[in-house]
């Protein structure tokens, strides 16, 4: 059975997309830590991150590395985190959240509560 992430990447699953390519996608977390949370998965179904083909993992990087930029030049911040848990889904992502202390990607605490319109209008800012 697909994933969650792959439902999403088929159109099966609507998603606040940020960016894409022929291997990658970038949308908003629904639960995010900081606005302008954003996953980035590959399109093909891979569980853990370190099962993916080298030349692809590098590539998810420098995919990564672009839609960080949308984020810090949208969302002010110190930096763009990147974190991989690879529990939640069994499908590879990375997590990119601005943050301005290490505090800002505790994820025992409480998730923002966006409405739909208010992700819509950040993927909308990050698209820009």
Same mark, same amino acid.
């Given at each position: 059975?697909?994933?969650?992430?792959?439902?999403?990447?088929?159109g099966?699953?609507?998603?606040?997309? &940020?960016?894409?390519?022929?291997?990658?996608?970038?949308?908003?977390?629904?639960? %995010?830590?900081? #606005?302008?949370? !954003?996953l +980035? @998965?590959?399109?093909?179904?891979?569980?853990?991150?370190?099962?993916?083909?080298?030349?692809?993992?590098?590539e998810?990087? &420098?995919?990564?590395?672009?839609?960080?930029?949308?984020?810090?030049?949208?969302? %002010?911040?110190? #930096?763009?985190? !990147?974190? +991989? @848990?690879g529990?939640?889904?069994?499908?590879?992502?990375?997590?990119?959240?601005?943050?301005?202390?290490i505090?800002?990607?505790?994820?025992?605490?409480?998730?923002?509560?966006?409405?739909?319109?208010?992700?819509?209008?950040?993927?909308a800012?990050?698209?820009?």
């Amino acid at each position: 059975m697909a994933t969650l992430f792959t439902r999403i990447v088929n159109g099966e699953i609507p998603c606040h997309k &940020v960016a894409e390519n022929d291997k990658f996608l970038a949308f908003l977390d629904i639960m %995010p830590l900081r #606005k302008g949370h !954003v996953l +980035v @998965i590959p399109k093909v179904e891979v569980d853990y991150i370190f099962d993916i083909q080298d030349d692809l993992l590098g590539e998810m990087m &420098v995919f990564s590395k672009q839609v960080a930029a949308k984020i810090k030049s949208t969302f %002010p911040c110190k #930096k763009v985190g !990147v974190t +991989v @848990i690879g529990l939640e889904v069994p499908h590879a992502h990375i997590h990119l959240i601005p943050i301005n202390s290490i505090n800002d990607m505790d994820f025992g605490q409480q998730k923002l509560q966006l409405s739909q319109d208010e992700l819509s209008e950040i993927a909308a800012q990050l698209r820009a």
